[in-house]
């Protein structure tokens, strides 16, 4: 199912009246890890929101990793995020809740069915920041290969630390029904796409942080 993409952009311009705005996200200094991310806020359901934040390095390196987090409603089976805006030839990082275990788990596919556990890019999940309780799951995890990678052939991605990047997620509202990574996966029940602007995600002591949460 195609959610609608004018239903998004209102929601997310509801969402951040009080905070700066840029592309389709806001700015958040998360108390809990002390990590600053820009956010979106994915509607996957009328009136129904998962949380997706993504925190970079400043200045950023080549290949540079990043730390994105994920808060979603317990009803949510999995939802995961598309680096490359595609459900083809990226990496896609998805999470659930396992019992009180929160799960993250990479995945690759260059068709569209069952998407296979990837390790061309390796996920940490940092212990600050990733938890399950009587509400929500929250995943918070460094990721390094999201930010490069090969998508066909030869051809290299890489998402502007300084910029706005294109970036899509996938929800499902059936869990899976294990906490391996390797986990089936029910096909999505909506996706959709938005503009993701990194350049107020940056964190000059990300490595601190990582080290500190992890
Ligand atoms: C059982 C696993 C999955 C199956 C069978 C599946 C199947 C499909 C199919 C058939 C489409 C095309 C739908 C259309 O054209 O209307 C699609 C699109 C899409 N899927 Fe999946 N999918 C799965 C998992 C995932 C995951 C894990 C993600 C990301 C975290 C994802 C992200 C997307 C996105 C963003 C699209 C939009 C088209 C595109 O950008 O390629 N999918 N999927």
Known sequence: ???????AYLAALLGCASESFAADTSVVRDGETGFTFSEFQAQYQIGQWVTFRVAV???APANYDLVFQIIAPNAVGWTGLAWGASMVNDPLTIGWASGSTPVVSVRR???RTQPQVY???KVQLLKTGSKVN?????????????STFTTTGTTTKTLN?????RLAFAYSKTKPSSASTAAILTVHD???YWDHDFSV???IDFDQLVQRNA
């Open 1 to 7: 199912m195609r959610w609608n993409l004018g239903l």
């Open 57 to 59: 390095p400043s200045p």
């Open 109 to 111: 596919t260059s068709v």
């Open 119 to 121: 390790d061309g890019a």
């Open 134 to 146: 009587g509400t929500h799951w929250q995943i918070t995890a460094k990721c390094s290969g999201c």
């Open 161 to 165: 630390p300084t910029g706005s990047n």
């Open 190 to 192: 909506v996706y959709n």
């Open 201 to 203: 995600a940056g964190n």
